[in-house]
């Protein structure tokens, strides 16, 4: 009988034991956290804790684990990163990298073995169209979309000459295909500067010959800084007006820019004035948090969380993978961006918008705030291609 | 177009400049010491830093920017005490190593003190405005500032190394140490002094460039390498030599990006042009250093070296 018993409350702790492990949900988080890519890095880790933080430390009801690790915006970092948290750690999830270049070396590793994968940011056109993956999930857009949505934009305002200037890699090239896939004035004028170019005066001498109606940039982290400052310095803005996608965003940004931003615009899939339930409960929590706006780095971190959260809760746990992901593509949980949907191909379906720098009312800061709606429900170009059921 | 290319002209002159200021340091540490100093750069960032600071505290621009170079001096006299003055008689590879853990220890510091992300750094109302010059050009005020502070410095520098008691020493000491301090000339006195010189240019620089460029942790090694590139071209060791190389860097940089994508395209069909004109336009200075070394190994305007 003793034995028994003994038998028994072995069988239960074991039993127990078992279940609470199962009841963790890992989630790996590879972001650049070092170095000048720290900048969106330490953007999305805010946006993730907070999310862990206002559901309890709990993700669809169970306990949940971030582990960080830092990619320094370098691809080879970035896998041996990826590889660490898929073999040892046997994470559930990973949400990363930051940048394009450290997700075209992470995605397939990830994706090959089953885990699932959600950017929280990069969505290169190569993981969009006929290599798009069920393990993959893009959360903020695919890197076009604001420029084609830019496009829609001047061609609506009746803007006629435009001058692009975007770094000389993948991104930038992209950007001005997307741009020019719906824009249909003049390109006066396009311009590649090298990543490691940090002084743009011979550019905003350029600009002031060509006399364009309004100027296309995309500068990425600290560029952004300095070629909005200089864009400012050289007395441009006056002149014609600065149209930039992902360049100038709340926070350290605007901070590092200062007045010289002012009037500088954005477009966007999310700004933190968007009128909506969630929205306005994580600019609330951020705020206290941190002390300043979020920025839509921080947003798409909180969203990608979110999507784990609503996907475990739908799915009733994590054990059935299969569940795991028609939950996460059925988008179960509620956007900071208000309607969201994800295509066939798992990039967004969702409205963008025109936003201009400006000082928020309440607290005086400067901000990227919302001007209104360009395009609702837009899907990405590339979707088509994509044979995901 | 006259006013394009002069405008152009200027623009190239002002990167000439910011890169004198950093290379004079090099170069001097370098041709006077022998020795290879890659945190001069971590020296440029933390005058960038210390300007930033420094305007907050005072709310002066100028006051600022002076206190800087003062401030980056101060550290730069603490590194060479402590550390660098043990490394003098040690190989070049021991000097690279060693300065190469100072870039990783400055840019981590300068995060933990001031974080990982770019800080504000900007210019009083009255600098950030046009001006009107000849040919109908309006230039920033703050740029054309940064071309006479780089004159001056210059002057100073050459006043200095020629005229002054501490140049001839300076100019010995690069040209035959041995001798020197045969002499009773007290070298270690002038190592520390000139590698705090160096410091101070570098800081200046920093302070100088941080308006224009985005105050963040690693800013100093991108000046860095292009910094290298003109003490390479202009001579190790020779201050006139900086000048020239930092000038011509300078000008080829700006007027190749400007003006090489519409050159080519004279040449080659637009598309060709300009796939071509920005890559061709990035190398522009390296391809000048490499035709350098291989027709005048010793630089422009090399300095004198028996040994």
């Known amino acids: ?389 | 177009m006259t006013a394009l290319i002069l405008e152009q002209l200027l623009n190239g002159l002002q990167l000439g400049v910011l890169l004198f200021l950093i290379a004079a340091g090099l170069t001097l540490i370098f041709g006077v010491m022998d020795f290879i100093n890659l945190s001069h750069g971590s020296l440029f960032m933390l005058g960038a830093y210390f300007a930033v600071l420094f305007q907050g505290l005072t709310g002066s621009f100028f006051l600022a920017v002076t206190l800087a170079g003062l401030g980056v001096c101060v550290v730069g006299l603490i590194f060479e005490l402590l550390l660098v003055r043990r490394l003098y008689h040690r190989s070049h590879l021991d000097h690279v190593l060693v300065t190469y853990g100072l870039i990783l220890v400055a840019n981590e510091s300068v995060a933990i003190l001031w974080g990982a992300t770019p800080i504000f750094s900007g210019l009083p109302e009255s600098l950030s405005t046009l001006v009107a010059l000849p040919f109908g050009i309006s230039y920033p005020v703050y740029r054309l500032l940064v071309i006479g502070v780089g004159i001056v410095v210059a002057a100073v520098l050459f006043w200095l190394v020629k005229y002054t008691r501490i140049g001839m020493r300076v100019r010995a000491g690069a040209t035959n140490r041995a001798v020197v301090s045969v002499m009773g000339v007290n070298i270690s006195l002038l190592f520390t002094l000139v590698f705090g010189f160096g410091a101070f240019l570098a800081g200046l620089a920093g302070a100088l460039a941080g308006p224009l460029l985005s105050v963040q942790p690693g800013m100093g090694e991108t000046v860095l390498i292009l910094s290298f590139v003109v003490v390479v071209i202009g001579g190790l060791g020779s201050i006139k030599g900086a000048l020239l190389a930092a000038i011509i860097v300078g000008l080829i940089d700006t007027m190749g990006r400007a003006f090489l994508r519409d050159f080519l395209s004279a040449f080659l069909s637009a598309r060709v042009a300009s796939e071509a004109g920005p890559a061709l336009a990035s190398m522009l200075v390296y391809i000048l250093m490499a035709l350098i070394l291989f027709f005048r190994p010793e630089g422009l305007l090399p300095m004198q070296k028996r040994s």
């Open chain 1, 1 to 389: 009988m003793r034995k028994t018993l003994a038998t028994l409350a072995l069988g239960t702790a074991l039993t127990t034991g078992f279940s609470a492990q199962a009841e963790t949900v890992d989630v790996g988080l590879i972001l650049s956290l070092s170095g000048s890519g720290a900048v969106l890095g330490t953007e999305m880790q805010k946006g993730a804790d907070l999310a862990l933080e206002m559901s309890g430390g709990k993700l669809g009801g169970l306990e949940g684990h971030f582990l960080y690790e830092d990619d320094q915006r370098k691809p080879d970092v970035g896998k041996t990163a990826a590889e660490k948290l898929i073999r040892s750690e046997k994470v559930d999830f990973v949400i990363g990298p930051s940048y394009s270049n450290v997700m075209m070396a992470v995605q397939a590793p990830i994706v090959r073995t089953g885990t699932i994968l959600i950017s929280p940011n990069p969505a290169p056109a190569e993981l969009a169209g006929a290599n798009c993956d069920a393990n993959y999930f893009s959360i903020p857009f695919q890197n076009d979309q604001p420029a084609e949505a830019l496009g829609l934009h001047m061609n609506e305002k009746g803007i006629k000459k435009v001058f692009v200037v975007v770094p000389n890699y993948q991104a930038g090239k992209d950007v001005v295909e997307g741009f020019k896939r719906t824009f249909k004035g003049e390109i006066v004028s396009e311009i590649y500067t090298p990543l490691e170019q940090n002084d743009f005066s011979a550019e905003m001498t350029e600009i002031k010959t060509a006399d364009p109606e309004a100027v296309l940039a995309f500068m990425p982290g600290g560029l952004g800084v300095q070629f909005v400052k200089q864009y400012d310095q050289a007395g441009l803005k006056p002149m014609a007006d600065l149209y930039t996608v992902f360049t100038v965003f709340n926070g350290v940004s605007l901070d590092a820019i200062g007045a010289a931003a002012e009037g500088v615009y954005s477009v966007d899939q999310w700004t933190y004035d968007l009128d909506n339930p969630a929205n306005k409960e994580f600019v609330a929590a951020y705020s206290t948090k941190y002390g300043t706006l979020p920025s839509n780095f921080a947003a798409m971190a909180f969203d990608a969380v979110r999507l784990i959260d609503g996907a475990i809760t739908a799915a009733g746990g994590v054990e059935d993978k299969e569940a795991v992901r028609a939950a996460m593509k059925a988008a179960s949980f509620q956007s900071v961006r208000g309607d969201f949907a994800f295509n066939t191909n798992q990039h967004p379906i969702h409205a963008m918008y025109i936003a201009r720098v400006s000082k928020d009312e309440a607290t005086g800061a400067l901000a990227v705030r919302n001007e209104g709606m360009i395009v609702d429900k837009m899907a990405d170009s590339y979707a088509a291609e994509c044979t995901l059921e």
